[in-house]
């Protein structure tokens, strides 16, 4: 087939329409297979359709009972039909069977809606793991901008994911505290831009072990982070004086956290023994415990009335940890 074709484009007699001579994509002694290209005016541009014919043929001459077959695709059946074929001839190119994803390099979109996200990043990973792809692309602006966005792009995913699953836990009536544990080991960034890392020490004396150890940006200081179960009572109210106060798991789990905190600051002045890089120099700490979703707003308030009486200790529940993880997400995705 010629790779140069010639259109003469003409207006049909009802001149609701425009259409150009039959094109013949196949013909054979069998059969005979045409398409008549038909454009329609629309005030936002021209349209396409597509009128397909079929003939048989019968000793090299077009069979006439029941033939020719003939229907029309619209203009959106004719763009879906180019993608399909389009995709179709990149496929073959693999000359293999297996499973295939095709996208489109044009910035108009994957199509990747309502495909399984592991399977994708399975297909995905390959290319972009691949040194001589990320240098080329790393070598132009537009490359660049593209490596930006994938970075980010998977980023924001991850962070959606575990923040997703934090609120599954929590919904789900969870209340195993290793659960968060391992879920705050994998995502110390819960906790702020205030830190930018989260320590595997977690012994800091002996006998003392704590939850997690944070980086503070600004020096480099460790801070804890201590978890306790979500199902746990957090403050109380007092009828008698009309006021709230923490509740007991709550004050035994400060004055752990004040052990914790003398040992950090004793034993890490000048770096821990075994991890001199662990830095830690007047530290604070950092409870999670319990649930606030139902609470009102003046037990809210209550809250952060006591913590401002703390010092070097603050106290948040787990939904406040979710909502900070949320408005994080938010910030990051603009």
Same mark, same amino acid.
Not at 321 to 330: G, R, T, V
């Given at each position: 087939?010629?790779?140069? #074709?010639?259109?003469?484009?003409?207006?049909?007699?009802?001149?609701?329409? +425009?259409?150009?001579?039959?094109?013949?994509?196949?013909?054979?002694?069998?059969?005979?297979?045409?398409?008549?290209?038909?454009?329609?005016?629309? +005030?936002? /541009?021209?349209? %396409?359709?597509?009128? &397909?014919?079929?003939?048989?043929?019968?000793?090299?001459?077009?069979?006439?009972? /029941?033939?020719?077959?003939?229907?029309?695709?619209?203009?959106?059946? %004719?763009?879906?039909? !180019?993608?399909?074929?389009?995709?179709?001839?990149? %496929?073959?190119?693999? #000359?293999?069977?297996?499973?295939?994803?095709?996208?489109?390099?044009?910035?108009?979109?994957?199509?990747? +809606? /309502?495909?399984?996200?592991?399977?994708?990043?399975?297909?995905?990973?390959?290319? $972009?793991?691949?040194?001589?792809?990320?240098?080329?692309?790393?070598?132009?602006?537009? /490359?660049?901008? &593209?490596?930006?966005?994938?970075?980010?792009?998977?980023?924001?995913?991850? &962070?959606?994911? @575990?923040?997703?699953?934090?609120?599954?836990?929590?919904?789900?009536?969870?209340?195993?505290?290793?659960?968060?544990?391992?879920?705050?080991?994998?995502?110390?960034?819960?906790?702020?831009?205030?830190?930018?890392?989260?320590?595997? $020490?977690?012994?800091?004396? &002996?006998?003392? +072990?704590?939850?997690?150890?944070?980086?503070?940006?600004?020096?480099?200081?460790?801070?804890?982070?201590?978890?306790?179960?979500?199902?746990?009572?957090?403050?109380?109210?007092?009828?008698?004086?009309?006021?709230?106060?923490? *509740?007991?798991?709550?004050?035994?789990?400060?004055?752990?956290?004040?052990?914790?905190?003398?040992?950090?600051?004793?034993?890490?002045?000048?770096?821990? #023994?075994?991890?001199?890089?662990?830095?830690?120099?007047?530290?604070? @700490?950092?409870? %999670?415990?319990?649930?606030?979703?139902?609470?009102?707003?003046?037990?809210?308030?209550?809250?952060? *009335?006591?913590?401002?009486?703390?010092?070097?200790?603050?106290?948040?529940?787990?939904?406040?940890?979710?909502?900070?993880?949320?408005?994080?997400?938010?910030?990051? !995705?603009?």
């Amino acid at each position: 087939m010629a790779d140069d #074709r010639q259109f003469s484009r003409r207006q049909a007699q009802s001149q609701r329409v +425009s259409f150009t001579d039959p094109i013949v994509v196949a013909n054979t002694a069998q059969r005979r297979f045409e398409v008549v290209p038909q454009y329609i005016s629309r +005030s936002e /541009g021209d349209q %396409v359709s597509a009128k &397909l014919v079929y003939y048989k043929k019968r000793e090299g001459h077009i069979f006439g009972h /029941g033939f020719p077959v003939e229907f029309t695709l619209n203009h959106e059946e %004719v763009k879906e039909l !180019k993608r399909v074929l389009e995709e179709s001839l990149v %496929v073959a190119e693999g #000359r293999q069977d297996g499973d295939f994803l095709v996208l489109r390099l044009d910035g108009t979109g994957t199509g990747l +809606s /309502g495909q399984d996200p592991i399977a994708v990043g399975k297909a995905i990973a390959p290319l $972009v793991a691949n040194e001589e792809v990320l240098r080329s692309l790393a070598d132009t602006a537009d /490359g660049a901008d &593209l490596l930006k966005d994938v970075q980010s792009s998977v980023r924001l995913t991850e &962070l959606s994911l @575990a923040i997703e699953q934090l609120r599954v836990n929590l919904d789900g009536g969870e209340t195993k505290e290793q659960c968060y544990q391992e879920w705050c080991e994998r995502h110390g960034w819960v906790f702020g831009n205030v830190y930018t890392m989260r320590d595997e $020490v977690r012994t800091i004396a &002996l006998g003392d +072990s704590v939850d997690g150890l944070l980086a503070q940006t600004a020096n480099g200081f460790r801070d804890i982070f201590e978890l306790k179960r979500p199902s746990m009572t957090v403050i109380r109210y007092d009828e008698a004086h009309k006021s709230w106060y923490w *509740g007991r798991d709550v004050s035994m789990a400060i004055g752990q956290c004040h052990r914790y905190l003398d040992a950090l600051h004793e034993g890490a002045a000048n770096g821990l #023994r075994d991890h001199p890089e662990v830095v830690a120099y007047h530290p604070r @700490a950092i409870l %999670v415990i319990g649930r606030s979703h139902d609470w009102p707003a003046d037990q809210i308030k209550a809250l952060h *009335g006591l913590n401002a009486r703390l010092h070097g200790i603050s106290v948040m529940t787990y939904d406040q940890l979710l909502a900070q993880a949320e408005q994080l997400f938010a910030t990051l !995705k603009g």
